[in-house]
């Protein structure tokens, strides 16, 4: 059973630029949320995804979008990048139940 | 705002002792606390959720306790091994119990052999 797959593994881009980021969710998992982790630092909730809208938001600039498709995978898209958005991007999903997020291995994003 | 506190400093124990992480929290009541476990370079696993209305729960060598009046989380490993050399995260449901999660910063915990 597959769990969360996220591309790319590692990713560098120059200030300014724009990247986007791709997670499917395990299967059977309907909504998908983003973390950013920067180094030492425990994981902050960017958005979360459900039926293709966006449900709630943490405290990120509009530079942060996303987008999620009919089959649950998702997007997250980062605009004029910046030297802090440096971090490792992490997908989870999970269902119902309340039995915890399922993450993916993230991709390490290095803006330069 | 919400507070979550996890030792920031290193826990280092020897091989079949117990480890204890403490999770303190301030300024709001989650519904539910859940642990994590992190290493180098992937993304967090999870491992055990507890309830507002559950005191402890337990799997396999791993204890989570839960104390909504002094605000605290304790995680427990039992016969510790080297193995289970990680990083520990602490993760409470967002203020109005919203399925986001706020994370602690996470005890790194080392065990010798």
């Known amino acids: 059973d597959a769990g969360v797959t996220q591309s790319p593994t590692h990713l560098i881009k120059t200030r300014g630029q724009q990247v986007t980021l791709r997670c499917s969710p395990k299967?059977?998992?309907?909504?998908v949320s983003w973390y950013q982790q920067a180094l030492g630092q425990g994981p902050q909730f960017i958005f979360q995804y459900y039926e293709e809208e966006e449900r709630q938001r943490g405290n990120f600039p509009d530079r942060f979008s996303g987008h999620q498709f009919p089959n649950y995978s998702s997007e997250l898209n980062v605009n004029a990048l910046l030297l802090g958005d440096s971090a490792l991007y992490l997908c989870a999903s999970s269902g119902t139940g309340g039995y915890g997020y399922t993450f993916g291995s993230g991709t390490r994003l290095t803006v330069v | 705002s919400q507070k979550i506190e996890q030792n920031s400093e290193a826990l280092n124990i020897q091989e079949g002792k117990t480890a204890t992480l403490t999770c303190n929290y301030t300024n709001y009541s989650p519904a539910y606390l859940q642990w994590y476990r992190q290493d180098p370079g992937r993304g967090p696993v999870f491992l055990l959720l507890i309830r507002e209305n559950e005191k402890e729960k337990r799997k396999e060598r791993l204890k989570v306790t839960f104390d909504t009046t002094l605000k605290q989380s304790l995680f427990h490993i039992t016969a510790s091994q080297p193995a289970d050399s990680a990083t520990y995260l602490c993760?409470?449901?967002?203020?109005?119990?919203?399925?986001?999660?706020?994370f602690g910063t996470g005890t790194r915990l080392q065990v010798f052999p």
């Open positions: 299967s059977g998992h309907d909504t």
């Open positions: 993760a409470l449901d967002g203020p109005g119990n919203t399925d986001k999660l706020i």
